[in-house]
């Protein structure tokens, strides 16, 4: 009867190379993020407290199935692939993927155009994936994205494949002037929370859990403060 009163924790894993979703801001160790906001208020609406672990992004499934964190919120796409090891929550976020190239680079203006070409990513990644499937290309993977944008910039790769809110955030925040987006969004794809598949309980909690900040514009007031913008 002694810990009736012990706070319920929620260990969540994310990896924080993925700004706006999760990162640390330049000097500070405090984790945050559109996802890292998102993540403590849907715990906290189960009763829980939210501690956030930052881990590899491939090593973030890895830790949910040895028990070491209980759910994965790290920008994480809902695949068919992931879905046969994990269970994903409904989607909370729209994303896709796009293609950064240097500022000066006029010869790649399409997925099409990375054919041969040099490409990083992050490892583990739907981008990676994505680049993995380009004709002749020679796909390097880092453990963040900033490796993959540092690799751009000094001059290593032809063009990062990575997630186009992060690629924005890169070109718009970071100060980054010699670079740019180009093409089309590939791949239309959305984020889930994930938690294991014997935690079916949790899912719906969850589950319910968005829905409610969706009801009482908690989830809006996340969105704004992190995107400029309403949903
Ligand atoms: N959304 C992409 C994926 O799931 C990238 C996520 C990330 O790098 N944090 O693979």
Request: charged share 30%; net charge neutral; hydrophobic share 35%.
């Amino acid at each position: 009867a002694a810990d009736t009163n012990k706070a319920k924790v929620l260990k969540i894993g994310a990896e924080m190379t993925f700004p706006p979703f999760e990162f640390q801001e330049e000097g500070s160790k405090e984790y945050v993020g559109f996802d890292m906001d998102l993540a403590k208020a849907v715990a906290k609406q189960m009763g829980y407290t939210a501690e956030i672990q930052n881990i590899g992004f491939d090593g973030l499934i890895p830790a949910l199935e040895a028990g070491n964190i209980d759910m994965i919120v790290s920008g994480m796409s809902i695949t068919e692939e992931r879905s046969k090891k994990i269970a994903f929550s409904k989607p909370y976020y729209k994303s896709g993927l796009s293609i950064v190239v240097k500022g000066d680079n006029n010869s790649i203006t399409s997925f099409k155009d990375l054919e041969g070409k040099r490409i990083a990513v992050q490892i583990g990644t739907t981008g990676a994936e994505e680049a993995r499937k380009i004709k002749d290309a020679k796909v390097r993977e880092y453990n963040s994205n900033s490796e993959a944008y540092m690799e751009l910039k000094a001059g290593g790769v032809d063009a990062v494949v990575n997630d186009l809110p992060v690629n924005e955030y890169y070109l718009t925040k970071s100060g980054e002037k010699n670079a740019k987006i180009v093409g089309d969004i590939v791949n239309a794809e959305e984020y889930g929370m994930a938690v294991t598949k014997k935690n079916t309980e949790l899912v719906e909690k969850v589950n319910k859990a968005i829905d409610e900040l969706k009801k009482n514009g908690e989830y809006e007031k996340i969105y704004v403060k992190w995107f400029g913008k309403k949903p």
